[in-house]
């Protein structure tokens, strides 16, 4: 290549780049106002009277379209290979039965196989950003259960709320029950593709009030919530004037680390403190009260969750009158290493669950019911590819062992692609 050529092809490529920049300048000057800039932070206000009546920032931060006029979407599709598995169970009349896993229900519990669409949520938020007040209404188009099965409950959030202040916020309608890190969690955050198995221990989503008190530095916050039922709802209570009352307590490291001027590169932490109960009876006249604890840790390439929850209640009376009291508990511990941060994870989760203390799945009647309440001790090995912050893909081995009752251990294959905005 001569000498001459190449002095051409540098200036050519000086003066593309100078046109570029002068097009760019060009641009700016015009000052177009259709993805309205985001406002750089205000200072920390320096006295605590200050602090308490300045608008959270977090609050009010604009959104690409109009902020009082947000739509949301996720799509959830997966295909899902289950390996058979059988088991003899002998009954109490002497007879020997031959169970077979693919004749479980085609739930997460159960036997899948095949792609199948595993939600598709759509919705509308919105906040008025100088009176922060805010609503949120979401439809879950394919509705299910925490258990994996179909359902009939198609609303999914419907609540308005109030939030202009870091010191306090109230959200009134049906939303998700305040209590457990897993119940908390968005479906579309959700570290392998389904829950952890505890989940299906705590409330779902339902009617009421959550009131938020945090201090100035959003150290500690505690959440209050007061909710009853509505009549699609999954866990009913029979009566209007029975409640259920939440409470939760949470530490967030952060934000300690940054009051005390002690933050180190990517360090974050959170404590949460769970309780729970109803007044008098719960799903089938039970009594229950919820207790459970969490914690999210994470530093540089790694991030540790876990979580442990009790559910104390009440079976339903005996023909003679008695009530026995029996208890649920589970915990699981998440593993997750941000290989490449933001383009893939690498997720192992142990869990263990059992729905009661009570052995069930060989009673006369085999009802495959019974299933969901089983003794279970399952690992999961994930890995998550981020194609875009919309677009993700999750691919998840789970080696499932069932400790009590029907024993499979069929173990599961499952792929995921998943579309959120």
Known sequence: MSREFICIFALIFLFALNLNAGLYEELQKEEL???PPLKPPKPDPESLYERILTPDPEATLTKLYDARFEPYMLIRTSFTYTEEDEYEVHLEDGRRLKLNSANMDTSQFGHKFGPALESVEMGMRGRYQSSGFHYHIKMELVPREKDGNRSSDYLKDAYVGWDKYTVFSVDAGRMKVPFSQANMKSTDKNNLIYAPVLDILSSKRQVGYKF??????KILKFTYGIFTSITFASELIKQSEELLYTYRLDLQGYNLLKALNLLYRDLSFNIGLNAAKTDKS????????????????????FTLEGEYVVKNFYQPPLPDGTVKADKGWGWYIDFITHIWPNIIDLVVR???MDGDEVIRGQSSDL????MSKQKKHWTTFGITAFLSNQVKLQLNYIQRGELEGYRFDNNVFMGLVQFSY
């Open 33 to 35: 106002h259709w993805i």
């Open 212 to 217: 938020v008190i945090q201090d100035p530095w």
């Open 282 to 301: 719960y799903d089938t006249q039970s009594e229950v009260l919820y207790l459970g604890a969490d914690f999210n840790f994470h530093l540089f390439l």
């Open 350 to 352: 142990i869990e263990e």
């Open 367 to 370: 009802s495959i019911g019974e």
